[in-house]
């Protein structure tokens, strides 16, 4: 079994950034991506980004592109990180780690909640005005 704990939430105000972590353990597991999603009350669970550890390509939904930095170590591939500045209160969402065996190739595949295998508890981040 693989275990996600992510950490990192917090109550900020607009403007202001945070840094969420993942700590990916358990048995073996040759993961290729592992992403970020958030859900915001009453909405659905939206893609945020992701790394792809073959070439460390790096993916983002338009919403975060330029404010939000996801990285990690790809030799350990145990700890990834999300980067989060300039936050809006519309970023206010708890938030999840998840990771995938499967070779994915595009950014539809990369932003389907459907492609990931194991996910973390989340972690909530709030965004004042």
């Known amino acids: 079994q693989v275990q996600l704990v992510e950490s990192g939430g917090g109550l900020v105000q607009a403007g202001d950034s945070l840094r969420l972590s993942c700590a990916v353990s358990?048995?073996?597991?040759?993961?290729?991506?592992t992403g970020w999603f958030r859900q915001a009350p009453g909405k659905e669970r939206e893609f945020v980004a992701a790394?792809?550890?073959?070439?460390?390509?790096?993916?983002y939904a338009d919403s975060v592109k330029g404010r939000f930095t996801i990285s990690g170590t790809n030799a350990a591939k145990n700890t990834v990180y999300l980067q989060m500045n300039i936050l809006k209160p519309e970023d206010t969402a708890v938030y999840y780690c998840?990771?995938?065996?499967?070779?994915?190739?595009?950014?539809?595949?990369?932003?389907?909640?459907?492609?990931?295998?194991?996910w973390g508890q989340g972690t909530q981040v709030t965004v004042s005005s």
């Open positions: 790394v792809k550890w073959s070439d460390a390509t790096t993916y």
């Open positions: 358990g048995r073996t597991f040759n993961w290729e991506v």
């Open positions: 998840a990771v995938t065996s499967g070779r994915l190739t595009t950014i539809a595949r990369m932003s389907a909640r459907g492609s990931y295998d194991y």
